[in-house]
């Protein structure tokens, strides 16, 4: 079966995760279902004022009220006038007369209930800025408790709030009331553990430090769950005696401005990957500075405008993201070798398109716009969906960034190879140079000198031949060591006398030093005789240049049995170290190697690398055999 295609899988996958938050937010909205309200009418006034008492309120036309308020952000108190049905005989039967004015969201400032069936119509008071013990009934929502009288009443309630204005009240019996509450919590508690998760994530992705967004994305996600938990009133709860309300409603504030501030950051640095228009980027980036902007209206006291800007900023960010995303180039212009960017240009566009409609909402609710009964199922559901989407996203990422990563590291490797190569052969290069510089410059200089000798002497004109013979062997030298290096070097095996060749290579150098021991038999070889020759030629003349005045090179050849029982001819040669002093066993055998000793001597470093290579090839070898008096050669070949 074929694998599917990989946006099918990322689309599948988001699909299933939208199921889910709709499913949730679906139970939750169920449990603000009104079924057992006791409220049979209600209707509300604005006081643009914000200074009208009750008196005053009672004698005003009423707006009639379906579902619930929204006002957006305003100065103006509202008042909500509730008719609450009388006690029932089923009532009286059960003794269910204490009822819960159930008010949400959490986030409004100060709510007070007026019930004329307290004396004096003493008002009650709840909202973030009242402590929780005060409420009588303990939730995440603000409470009143009440009681049915026999007969239906009025009951008032009084809104003020620097939030946006949006109120939905219920008059549920207790037990109703604790039943949607648990059901409440229990929804509640899923989004604040979803986003729990989604930090704990972000964190251990961060530490991993492969990605450069997520810093931003830790301080998103946290700035998140901590706005999630004051707005949603969970802070309210657990934090009663150590922070005042006033305090603890001040930083809910704070976090407003603060949570949709590093949302937009986080998708400017998101998106700007994926090669977006300047001019969208320059907007984006326009609409973040508003934060400052904000930031200093919020502290001269100002509120109530630093979250309406805020939302403006709300409203006008993801229709921007939008269009940006529309423009997007990286599709296009990315390298043959690069990975394709983690969304298609039609998933990227989709989803800033899903998440526009979805802040849409929220900030069309938020200032006042629309109308919903659920006024906070909104907000978790979008925070809830982002999140989802992009821990999926980043989690593709990071895989992408890892394979990125992978190629690149091996780009390095390759071009770190190629700079040590390229290092190698300069260095080469310039070792092959000075070789001969120092090796061409005496024998130029004799050869110079018998040229501009009106007659030249015999030991001058011996000279002179000595000297072209050294030119002709650095020149020999260094052209069979190409061809090894480039294994162009071929053979011309024949079978030939090993004891015979080392008499004619001695001859040729016409050295009274030289001395070879008698050979007690013919010992025949299967080799390339010219090669042979050079070994045997580079091997006597370095023992004549290096050892000691007035002392014998001493030659033997002989066979010897190899640890594999083959039968090897093997040539011997030492001789008294001279001023040169000893050679080094670990570079011996290196090319361009020359002892500390050696530099008052001409020779070009190649003579034994030479020889060590051309024996192996000759299917034999040629090794150093320390001494304490002598330096010592051993050449072998097959017989």
């Given at each position: ?236 709860l657990w934090l009663p005696d150590q922070v005042s309300p006033a305090t ?210 015999l030991a001058m004109r011996a000279r ?176």
């Open positions: 079966m074929a694998a599917r295609p990989r946006w099918v899988v990322y689309i599948s996958s988001m699909r299933s995760l939208f199921a889910c938050c709709l499913l949730v937010c679906a139970v939750f909205a169920s449990s603000l279902a009104c079924a057992g309200d006791a409220v049979l009418e209600k209707a509300y006034f604005e006081d643009v004022s914000a200074q009208m008492r009750l008196e005053d309120v009672q004698s005003q036309p009423l707006t009639p009220l379906n579902g619930a308020l929204s006002k957006g952000y305003v100065k103006s108190a509202f008042w909500v006038r509730l008719l609450i049905r009388g006690q029932s005989h089923a009532d009286s039967a059960t003794d269910t007369m204490r009822y819960v004015v159930r008010v949400q969201p959490s986030f409004l400032d100060e709510i007070a209930l007026y019930d004329p069936s307290v004396r004096g119509n003493v008002p009650q008071w709840a909202g973030d800025l009242h402590a929780v013990e005060a409420h009588g009934y303990q939730s995440l929502n603000h409470n009143f408790l009440i009681t049915l009288t026999p007969q239906a009443r009025t009951i008032w309630l009084r809104l003020k709030t620097s939030s946006t204005s949006n109120l939905a009240v219920e008059v549920l019996p207790q037990d109703e009331a604790m039943n949607r509450d648990r059901q409440q919590d229990t929804v509640m508690g899923f989004f604040v553990s979803a986003l729990f998760i989604f930090l704990m994530w972000a964190l251990v992705y961060g530490y991993s430090g492969q990605d450069p967004l997520a810093k931003v994305l830790i301080i998103s996600q946290g700035v998140t769950l901590v706005h999630a938990l004051t707005l949603w009133g969970y802070a309210r603890l409603d001040t930083v809910t504030s704070l976090l407003v401005l603060l949570s949709a501030s590093s949302f937009l950051w986080f998708h400017i640095r998101f998106i700007s990957e994926f090669v977006p228009p300047r001019n969208m980027m320059r907007v984006l980036k326009l609409l973040l500075a508003l934060l400052p902007i904000e930031l200093a209206l919020f502290a001269f006291g100002e509120v109530r405008l630093s979250l309406q800007m805020n939302m403006m900023m709300g409203l006008l960010a993801p229709p921007s993201l939008v269009i940006t995303a529309l423009g997007c180039r990286a599709w296009h212009q990315r390298q043959q070798d690069e990975p394709p960017p983690v969304f298609s240009k039609l998933m990227l566009v989709s989803f800033y398109g899903l998440m526009n409609v979805m802040a849409l909402v929220l900030t069309l609710q938020a200032l006042g716009v629309t109308d919903n009964k659920t006024p906070i199922a909104t907000g978790p559901l979008f925070g809830l969906f982002s999140g989802l989407v992009l821990i999926t996203t980043l989690q593709l990422r990071s895989k992408r960034i890892q394979q990125a990563n992978a190629i690149m590291e091996m780009k390095l490797q390759l071009a770190q190879q190629d700079a040590a190569q390229e290092k190698r052969q300069r260095e080469e290069q310039s070792r092959f140079m000075g070789m001969l510089t120092h090796e061409l410059k005496t024998p130029l200089g004799v050869l110079l000198m018998a040229i501009n000798a009106v007659a030249p002497s002179a031949k000595r000297a072209i013979t050294d030119m002709n062997g650095v020149i020999e030298r260094c052209a069979l060591v190409d061809k090894l290096e480039e294994g162009s070097l071929t053979q011309d095996q024949e079978h030939f006398d090993f004891y015979t060749e080392v008499q004619q290579v001695m001859h040729s150098l016409e050295s009274t030093a030289l001395m070879l021991a008698t050979c007690g038999a013919s010992v025949s070889v299967f080799a390339d005789r010219q090669l042979v020759h050079v070994v045997l030629k580079n091997l006597m003349e370095n023992a004549l240049k290096y050892t000691a005045a007035n002392s014998t090179v001493l030659m033997q050849v002989d066979t010897v049995t190899c640890e594999r029982g083959a039968q090897m001819a093997r040539f011997s040669i030492r001789n008294t170290p001279g001023d040169s002093g000893w050679p080094d066993p670990n570079r011996l055998f290196s090319k361009y190697y020359r002892s500390a000793g050696a530099h008052r001597t001409t020779g070009s470093g190649l003579g034994l690398h030479l020889s060590k290579h051309v024996a192996v090839y000759l299917g034999g070898d040629l090794r150093y055999v320390p001494d304490q008096q002598l330096v010592r050669f051993e050449f072998c070949l097959p017989v």
